[in-house]
């Protein structure tokens, strides 16, 4: 395979302003813009076109662990296009792979439609501050708007915790040590532990997905950190859950109590197709924990939550319907949107009247 075939395809999908390129046997290359896939114009590509641009990506020691797992998920700087996300997999016994672009800068909060409270969050000095949603919902952008917030403003170490790295940020007033999952370090859980020695004021986990990294994250945060991580998780009180019931017996007691103590805010975000179809637009729901909120989540209500972001606007809380409600009273995204991802669709039917 002719590698100049690869970047013309790199370089198309970047001047589409696709988020995403994924390269399938038997389909045309493939663009992911404002959400939707778009199939390009011409041939679909053959299970030999695509294992060739695959391994012209890797390197030895790469194409090795692709050999043995089947499974990669890698960052790679394109002399063109920028950073990469590139993650292999293999179907029908021949390698695939899709490309998400990282982009070179961070769009400020209004570009991203964040809500003002996300800058004071970022200011705390300490605290665990959670950023779920599903796949693709922006959630590493704003994990990265926060770090380069933090870098900014505050002279203090930042240790983040990725897989794979996909914004680069050099040091502003404070240093900035980014590891790389099976290239800087085995396993999050063994960077969490060894990140704590390393004298951080912050650490930002990629993600968080068993019970030795929360309960390590938690106990950073406990100990005067502030620990910024992400989670799969469709909302608020669903998150909450999750951490909770990953726990067992006398565990989970012990986590809940860590969790009402460390926890300082959750945001759950979803990226929707705008009116016009020409980008995509950021939901959210945030909860910032307040005395109330803390005596929830140390009672184990989480099903209470909900109340308490709908009562609390004057803390900086926002509920997911709120949001939709007023970005389709903004002309930012349709009534069928807006109603079709609503927890409460007759609310936003309400106040549409």
Known sequence: MNPSWLDKLLAAAAGSDASDLHLIAGVPPAYRINGEIILADGDALTSEEVTGMAYSLLNEAQREKFDQD????????HRAIGRLRATFYRRNGHPELSLRFCGDRIGTREEL????KIDELARRPNGLFLITGPTG????????????LINSERRCKIITIEDPIEYVHHNKRAIVVQQEVLTDTQSFNRALVHGLRQDPDVIVVGEVRDHEAIATALKAAETGHLVLATLHSPSVSLALERIIGVFDGSAQRQIILQLANALQGVISQELLP??????????YELLVVNSAVRNMVRENNLHQLENSIQTGGRDGMVLMDSCLHDLYAKCHISYDTALSRARNPERIARRAE
């Open 70 to 77: 089947w499974e990669l998920c890698i960052s790679l700087q």
């Open 113 to 116: 439609g964040l809500p003002a």
């Open 137 to 148: 919902a922006g959630k590493t952008t704003t994990l990265n708007y926060m770090v380069d």
């Open 274 to 283: 705008a009116a016009d179809r020409s980008r995509r637009v950021l939901a």
